[in-house]
């Protein structure tokens, strides 16, 4: 992998290795792997190594250069991405905003909203979180209850509340999947996605802390809050297409990162058994190799889409690709939760209690992985999508 895939960027390659050796020290180097898109641990820290990347042009490498961007190819970022996992730098702080919500602005939005928000985006100044799960409408995001209704001023007055809402206390905006004709017969339909500045009265926001005592998610509460009209991302009562669209690049841009990082828990985990003499129990010995199975499986099924997504004359490369994230999705989500219970089998009675490293790290991984298949989409729709769509079973 290191080698084998896009041989065409080579050069770009060492270029990426470089820019690490070199940038990659001090602080940044004594935090390496730290955070994640889930763990808000050195948040200061990462938003100063982001703001490092912003710098040096290493933020939204496929954007185009009009936006900020270097207008690279597929192939470049994919490069990147691998090998920033590889470097174990610190987890990235604006995912929702650089991953999601830019290549959204750039394909749906209007130039008013590429010319306000991406140069903030690139430059690390502005937070953004994603208002979209509510506590009655999570995987299915059809059923959002938040309203937002237009004054005669063309101005939305929104009114409900979001949950889940990743790094939101961070966040200066939000970008919220609203109802705003209730009286469209679908449900998907009579929805629209508004820009929406916390900085208001109409807004609060409180933080939640989750069973690693990290504050990933935060809740949402819209009371009244306000956003003109030019701040709809698509049409009005258009957003569900919207949705899918982000849906697209927020699949698409995990499979890599997670592999990787699951390879190396595998390895700090195996190392743990052989010190800790665990590694002595056949039983453990084979829930080890079933463990390195599946972590080779991901990587293998990231090389194939990699190489269909490299590769133009592809059949249907798009239909393989989200065939790929749903099924990696549900695999990875089931697959890192083995791993953590083998994890605390091999800690054995440490895991009760919060340690030192590397017990302390394994049973992070047991208790964080709980809840991998519910956010993101829960295993059961993750089922239902992969049978119905990709198998062509009956509903």
């Known amino acids: 992998m290191d080698n084998d895939f896009a041989p065409n960027v080579a050069d770009f390659r060492e270029e990426v290795r470089?820019?690490?050796?070199?940038?990659?020290?001090?602080?940044?180097?004594?935090?390496?792997?730290?955070?994640?898109?889930?763990?808000?641990t050195a948040w200061d820290l990462r938003v100063e190594w982001e703001r490092e990347l912003s710098r040096d042009g290493w933020l939204?490498?496929?954007?185009?250069?009009?936006?900020?961007?270097?207008?690279?190819?597929?192939?470049e970022e994919i490069v990147f991405e691998y090998e920033y996992a590889r470097a174990a730098a610190p987890a990235r702080v604006?995912?929702?905003?650089?991953?999601?919500?830019?290549?959204?602005?750039?394909?749906?939005?209007?130039?008013?909203?590429?010319?306000?928000?991406?140069?903030?985006?690139?430059?690390?100044?502005?937070?953004?979180?994603?208002?979209?799960s509510e506590p009655g409408a999570g995987s299915d995001?059809?059923?959002?209850?938040?309203?937002?209704?237009?004054?005669?001023?063309?101005?939305?007055?929104?009114?409900?509340?979001?949950?889940?809402?990743?790094?939101?206390?961070n966040a200066?905006?939000?970008?919220?999947?609203?109802?705003?004709?209730?009286?469209?017969?679908?449900?998907?339909?009579?929805?629209?996605?508004?820009?929406?500045?916390?900085?208001?009265?109409?807004?609060?926001?409180?933080?939640?802390?989750?069973?690693?005592?990290?504050?990933e998610f935060s809740e949402c509460f819209f009371n009244d809050a306000q956003t003109p009209l030019d701040l709809t991302v698509g049409e009005v009562n258009g957003g569900w297409p919207v949705v899918i669209t982000t849906l697209g690049f927020e699949r698409g841009s995990a499979l890599m990162p997670i592999q990787l990082g699951m390879e190396r828990e595998y390895d700090a985990m195996l190392d743990l058994a052989r010190r800790g003499g665990a590694i002595d129990d056949p039983a453990i010995r084979r829930r080890l190799v079933d463990v390195y199975i599946g972590v080779k499986l991901m990587r293998a099924t990231n090389l194939r889409v990699v190489a269909d997504l490299l590769d133009d004359e592809a059949p249907e490369p798009g239909a393989a690709t989200a065939?790929?994230?749903?099924?990696?999705?549900?695999?990875?989500?089931?697959?890192?939760?083995?791993?953590?219970?083998?994890?605390?089998?091999?800690?054995?009675?440490?895991s009760l209690?919060?340690?030192?490293?590397?017990?302390?790290?394994?049973?992070?991984?047991?208790?964080?992985?709980?809840?991998?298949?519910?956010?993101?989409?829960?295993?059961?729709?993750?089922?239902?999508?992969?049978s119905e769509r990709l198998l062509g079973l009956p509903r």
């Open 172 to 215: 200066d905006w939000l970008y919220v999947l609203c109802r705003t004709d209730p009286d469209l017969s679908l449900r998907h339909r009579g929805l629209s996605l508004l820009l929406i500045d916390v900085a208001q009265d109409g807004v609060e926001i409180r933080p939640i802390e989750n069973i690693v005592r990290s504050t």
């Open 60 to 75: 939204g490498l496929t954007w185009p250069t009009r936006y900020g961007g270097r207008g690279l190819g597929l192939a």
């Open 323 to 350: 065939a790929a994230s749903v099924t990696t999705k549900l695999f990875a989500s089931t697959h890192h939760q083995r791993m953590g219970e083998l994890a605390m089998d091999i800690v054995g009675a440490e």
């Open 141 to 169: 995001l059809a059923d959002v209850r938040t309203r937002a209704t237009l004054d005669a001023e063309n101005v939305w007055h929104v009114n409900g509340q979001k949950i889940w809402t990743t790094f939101g206390h």
């Open 353 to 386: 209690f919060e340690g030192t490293e590397p017990a302390a790290g394994m049973r992070k991984l047991f208790l964080s992985s709980r809840a991998e298949t519910i956010y993101g989409g829960t295993a059961e729709i993750q089922r239902n999508i992969a």
């Open 18 to 40: 470089t820019w690490f050796s070199e940038h990659l020290v001090g602080d940044f180097a004594a935090h390496r792997g730290i955070g994640s898109p889930t763990d808000d």
């Open 94 to 132: 604006s995912t929702q905003a650089l991953d999601l919500l830019g290549p959204t602005l750039i394909a749906c939005g209007t130039e008013e909203q590429r010319q306000r928000f991406l140069p903030k985006i690139l430059a690390v100044e502005e937070m953004w979180g994603q208002g979209w």
